[in-house]
């Protein structure tokens, strides 16, 4: 008989796995609270632009969507920095012309689902919401809009219902659960910064852009209309702090200091800002991710800070390789999952520890002459020695290498780089011998 999995959240990851686990012959059902986002007139949920990089464009390619998530996608192929006095500089990602990929979270969520709608094993429900979980008889009960239930039985439970997932609260209550969830002292705002007169972008359409501002920053995204998707970060007990800012006067004069380039792109800011709500940051860590037959992926296993890009493409990582521990390990489940988890869950603690790194290095130094010194020095060692040195964001970023590997490397980098500039050991960089020797005596 064919075996049936279900899948706890129809959002990103839980939408790519059901088109992995359906191209394997499962039978699958997925239970998402919220309704279908295909429909014209659904509301919620984030809309907060991703950026699409090397792991998350592996995971659409299995299933054959990454060149249509590509063709809805803008190419940033590098970091531009504002100053309060209108100064821009420009760092880039990579090395020739890398890039990574602005993407609506909500088209390509809409994309998922279009393509697993036709797939005839994978069944979708929408408007139902997780109520309870029964681990060790893979049975889950969900709440329809009505307030009626129904109680799924499956072979296997996959919760891909995010940083608050109702799998995940079921779990918890098993003994020895660790669990832990950091807020972030620091909120979100959304706000936009709309085209010009003719439609066109008001600033350079393939550059992610930053306003760096010390405690606070606000980043831009573009989107394929012509208009940027922002996102102001800031400390909810600053001075002022997010929620402190309430008058348009107050609203006004804050963007007026500190991001006078931008606010005049920015008709709706009063009403952005006064309408939008303030989102949270948190970092949510667990294990084990696996109960008998139930198994947490994503979010629900392993929320993140936004400040690496790296929360879809970690998720769709997730999925890439469950499906390859299905292909090696074959249908036993207890062992396919816990094989998933031990290779993933190291890997997800790196990225976690690697984004609330690289908030730090948004907010505070990526403006600053010696931060930008130091990535020059790092870009010549990287195109001079591309076998020796890799920059810890091109093996993030770029690679599919492991994100643990990623952060033993990128500390290994940062010694390299401070004896470098401390030194002024800068004319010595075309000796291959000396750089030889500086990586071995720093490892």
């Given at each position: 008989?064919t075996?049936k999995?279900?899948?706890?959240?129809g959002?990103?990851?839980?939408?790519?796995?059901?088109?992995?686990?359906?191209?394997?012959?499962?039978?699958?059902?997925?239970?998402?609270?919220?309704?279908?986002?295909?429909s014209g007139?659904y509301?919620?949920?984030?809309?907060i632009?991703?950026?699409?990089?090397?792991?998350?464009?592996?995971?659409?390619?299995?299933v054959?969507?990454?060149?249509?998530v590509?063709?809805?996608s803008?190419p940033?192929?590098?970091?531009?920095?504002?100053?309060?006095d209108?100064?821009?500089?420009?760092?880039?990602?990579g090395?020739?012309g890398?890039a990574?990929?602005?993407?609506?979270?909500?088209q390509?969520?809409?994309?998922?689902l279009q393509l697993?709608?036709?797939?005839p094993?994978?069944?979708?429900?929408?408007?139902?919401?997780?109520?309870?979980?029964?681990?060790?008889a893979c049975?889950?009960?969900?709440?329809?809009?009505?307030?009626?239930?129904?109680?799924?039985?499956?072979?296997?439970?996959?919760?891909t219902?995010?940083?608050?997932?109702?799998?995940?609260?079921?779990?918890?209550?098993?003994?020895r659960?660790?669990?832990?969830?950091?807020?972030?002292?620091?909120?979100y705002?959304?706000?936009?910064?709309?085209?010009?007169a003719?439609?066109?972008?008001q600033?350079?359409?393939?550059?992610?852009?930053i306003?760096?501002?010390?405690?606070?920053?606000m980043?831009?995204?573009?989107n394929?209309?012509?208009?940027f998707?922002?996102?102001?970060?800031?400390?909810?007990?600053?001075?002022?702090?997010?929620d402190?800012?309430?008058?348009?006067?107050?609203i006004?004069?804050f963007?007026?200091?500190?991001?006078?380039?931008?606010?005049?792109?920015?008709?709706?800011?009063?009403?952005d800002?006064?309408?939008?709500?303030?989102?949270?940051l948190?970092?949510?860590?667990c294990?084990?991710?696996?109960?008998?037959?139930n198994?947490?992926?994503?979010?629900?296993?392993?929320?993140i800070?936004?400040?690496?890009?790296?929360?879809m493409?970690?998720?769709?990582?997730?999925?890439?390789v469950?499906d390859?521990?299905?292909?090696?390990?074959?249908?036993?489940?207890?062992i396919?999952?816990?094989?998933?988890q031990?290779?993933?869950?190291?890997n997800?603690?790196?990225?976690?520890?690697?984004?609330?790194?690289?908030?730090?290095?948004?907010?505070?130094?990526?403006?600053?002459?010696?931060?930008l010194y130091k990535?020059?020095?790092?870009?010549?060692?990287?195109?001079?020695?591309?076998?020796?040195?890799?920059s810890?964001?091109?093996?993030?970023?770029?690679?599919?290498r492991?994100?643990?590997?990623?952060?033993a490397f990128?500390?290994?980098?940062?010694?390299v780089?401070e004896?470098?500039?401390?030194?002024?050991?800068?004319?010595?960089l075309?000796d291959?011998?000396?750089?030889?020797?500086?990586?071995?005596?720093?490892?």
């Amino acid at each position: 008989m064919t075996e049936k999995v279900t899948l706890v959240g129809g959002g990103l990851a839980g939408s790519l796995m059901s088109i992995y686990l359906a191209k394997r012959g499962y039978e699958v059902y997925i239970y998402e609270r919220r309704g279908d986002m295909r429909s014209g007139n659904y509301i919620g949920g984030r809309s907060i632009n991703l950026a699409l990089s090397t792991r998350g464009l592996r995971g659409l390619a299995k299933v054959g969507l990454d060149q249509d998530v590509l063709d809805i996608s803008i190419p940033m192929t590098g970091r531009m920095m504002h100053s309060v006095d209108g100064t821009l500089k420009y760092q880039p990602y990579g090395k020739d012309g890398q890039a990574i990929y602005s993407v609506s979270r909500g088209q390509l969520n809409i994309k998922l689902l279009q393509l697993a709608d036709q797939y005839p094993n994978i069944h979708m429900f929408f408007n139902h919401k997780c109520v309870a979980s029964n681990l060790e008889a893979c049975e889950t009960t969900f709440m329809n809009e009505h307030g009626e239930t129904l109680i799924d039985k499956a072979d296997v439970v996959l919760g891909t219902d995010g940083a608050f997932s109702a799998l995940r609260d079921s779990m918890q209550r098993a003994p020895r659960f660790n669990f832990s969830q950091t807020y972030e002292n620091y909120g979100y705002k959304e706000l936009e910064i709309v085209p010009n007169a003719q439609g066109d972008f008001q600033l350079d359409k393939n550059c992610l852009h930053i306003w760096p501002r010390q405690s606070f920053m606000m980043i831009a995204l573009p989107n394929p209309g012509g208009n940027f998707t922002c996102t102001l970060f800031m400390p909810f007990d600053g001075n002022p702090g997010i929620d402190q800012l309430t008058t348009a006067e107050d609203i006004t004069a804050f963007f007026q200091l500190y991001f006078p380039d931008a606010m005049a792109m920015m008709p709706g800011l009063v009403d952005d800002y006064q309408q939008n709500p303030t989102g949270m940051l948190t970092t949510m860590r667990c294990y084990p991710w696996v109960k008998g037959n139930n198994a947490l992926m994503g979010d629900s296993a392993h929320a993140i800070v936004p400040f690496y890009g790296q929360g879809m493409n970690c998720s769709f990582e997730d999925c890439v390789v469950l499906d390859e521990c299905i292909e090696e390990l074959g249908g036993e489940w207890g062992i396919v999952l816990d094989a998933y988890q031990k290779l993933r869950k190291p890997n997800a603690d790196a990225i976690a520890n690697l984004a609330l790194q690289n908030f730090v290095e948004m907010r505070d130094l990526v403006g600053s002459d010696a931060f930008l010194y130091k990535k020059k020095i790092e870009h010549t060692l990287s195109e001079k020695y591309p076998d020796l040195f890799v920059s810890q964001y091109e093996r993030v970023t770029f690679s599919t290498r492991d994100y643990a590997e990623a952060l033993a490397f990128g500390e290994l980098n940062d010694r390299v780089l401070e004896a470098i500039i401390q030194n002024k050991w800068e004319e010595k960089l075309d000796d291959r011998g000396f750089v030889e020797t500086l990586f071995l005596d720093h490892k």
